[in-house]
C-alpha cells in the first residue's frame, strides 16, 4: 500500500503564505514525478507544481515566481511553499506521486486526502 497525507493548509489573507507538506509512505520504490494540484469548488483538478526525478520542475503559469516545488528525500516528504497568495489560489490541494510500487511492473499515480487552502481578500 502506498499512502499520501497533506499537511499545512489554512486561512490566510491575500498576500501571505503557507507552506504544504506531503509525507508518503508504503511500497515505493522508484519516484518518477511528485506534484500538487488544486481544485476550486465548480472547477475541474489542475496542475500547480511537479518536480521529476531528476530534479526539473514545473509550475502553472499563474503560480510562477510565487510557488516553489521541493522534497526532503531523507523524510520522504515534498512541499508546497506559496508565497504572495491571491483569493484565486483558494482550493483543495492535493498531493500526487508518480511512482514505481513493489511488486508492480508499471508506475501508478498515487493521490492523498487533499488539504484546504483559502486565502482572503
Known amino acids: 500500500q502506498v499512502q499520501l497525507v497533506e499537511s499545512g493548509g489554512g486561512l490566510v489573507q491575500a498576500g501571505g503564505s503557507l507552506r504544504l507538506s506531503c509525507a508518503a509512505s508504503g511500497s515505493i520504490v522508484r519516484i518518477i514525478v511528485m506534484g500538487w494540484y488544486r481544485q476550486a469548488p465548480g472547477k475541474q483538478r489542475a496542475l500547480v507544481a511537479t518536480l521529476i526525478s531528476g530534479g526539473s520542475t514545473n509550475y502553472a503559469d499563474s503560480v510562477k515566481g510565487r510557488f516553489t516545488i521541493s522534497r526532503d528525500n531523507a523524510k520522504n516528504t515534498v512541499y508546497l511553499q506559496m508565497n504572495s497568495l491571491k483569493p484565486e489560489d483558494t482550493a483543495v490541494y492535493y498531493c500526487?506521486?508518480?511512482?514505481?510500487?513493489?511488486?508492480?511492473?508499471?508506475?501508478?499515480?498515487?493521490w492523498g486526502q487533499g488539504t484546504q487552502v483559502t486565502v482572503s481578500s
Open positions: 500526487n506521486s508518480r511512482a514505481y510500487e513493489s511488486g508492480s511492473a508499471y508506475p501508478n499515480d498515487y
